[in-house]
């Protein structure tokens, strides 16, 4: 898979599946996804591209199958030397419940990044900085040992 940063826009993931076709996703700033079917004779031209609200992409993440956003997780952090996850589950008593994921400031006061939330067993992939958090959410959070266990006092302190 290839990663490409489009500034002032956001980043386009493209890949080649194993029957050859070239598919991508562009995900924006905003929030908006677009699916885009890339041309077999000339890899940089769109034949088509469906425009996706961050609800409808989630919806189909979820189809795609991002329940298995934890299984990739903690394959990477094997992988990668000092990376961990952690999943920190939000009682009654944490301070952010019905907070937004931009109040907590957890990336700016931690260096660490949420990457997915599992509500009710449906894995929230890339919460946007509005996603409001409730009870019995799990948050998947990437980083250090030292900035995951900030993001868990955070949510337990505030």
Known sequence: MDRIALPGIGLQHTFTTETGQ????????????????????????????????????????????????????????RQVDGLVTEQIPLGTDSPF?????????????????IVAV???????????????FQIDDVVVVVGTQHGTAAVARIFRDG
Request: hydrophobic share 30%; proline share 5%; charged share 30%.
């Open 22 to 77: 070239r598919l991508g996703v562009i995900s924006h700033r905003s929030g908006q996804r677009d699916l885009v079917i890339y041309d077999d004779d000339d890899p940089d031209t769109s034949i088509s591209c469906v425009q996706m609200t961050p609800e409808e992409a989630d919806g189909l993440a979820d189809l795609l199958g991002t329940s298995h956003i934890v299984e990739r997780l903690a394959e990477l952090e």
């Open 97 to 113: 419940i019905g907070r937004t994921l931009g109040d907590t400031a957890t990336r700016t006061r931690t260096g660490s990044s």
């Open 118 to 132: 599992v509500r009710q067993g449906t894995v929230i992939a890339s919460p946007r900085p509005d996603f409001r």
